[in-house]
Nanobody, 114 residues
Framework: QVQLVESGGGLVQPGGSLRLSCAASGSRFRLLNMDWYRQAPGKLRELVASITIIGRTNYPDSVKGRFTISRDNAKNTLYLQMNGLKPEDTAVYYC????????WGQGTQVTVSS
């Protein structure tokens, strides 16, 4: 079992940057593939970044080149660096992993608006 707690969301102008963090409980973090998802109002939750236990990353075209996922296994923390933010990036962002079942954080709101 693992608990995930996101932080770092907020209001930012178009073109701005934010860094999200996800603190994971327990000692298994380094053995977990991790993801960031987002969900905008009225839309399905979508994957925005993945990182494997060996650091291999994957992004959808909508964020490729703007978002960077990373992890610090010593701190049990997952990050999402978001640059060049657009209004369409506005959503609640969730940290996720799967250990048999899905584990989600509570989410952090990101609003991109002038």
């Amino acid at each position: 079992q693992v608990q995930l707690v996101e932080s770092g969301g907020g209001l930012v102008q178009p073109g701005g940057s934010l860094r999200l963090s996800c603190a994971a409980s327990g000692s298994r973090f380094r053995l977990l593939n991790m993801d960031w998802y987002r969900q905008a109002p009225g839309k399905l939750r979508e994957l925005v970044a993945s990182i494997t236990i060996i650091g291999r990353t994957n992004y959808p075209d909508s964020v490729k080149g703007r978002f960077t996922i990373s992890r610090d296994n010593a701190k049990n923390t997952l990050y999402l660096q978001m640059n060049g933010l657009k209004p369409e990036d506005t959503a609640v962002y969730y940290c996720h992993t799967k250990i048999g079942t899905d584990y989600w954080g509570q989410g952090t709101q990101v609003t991109v608006s002038s």
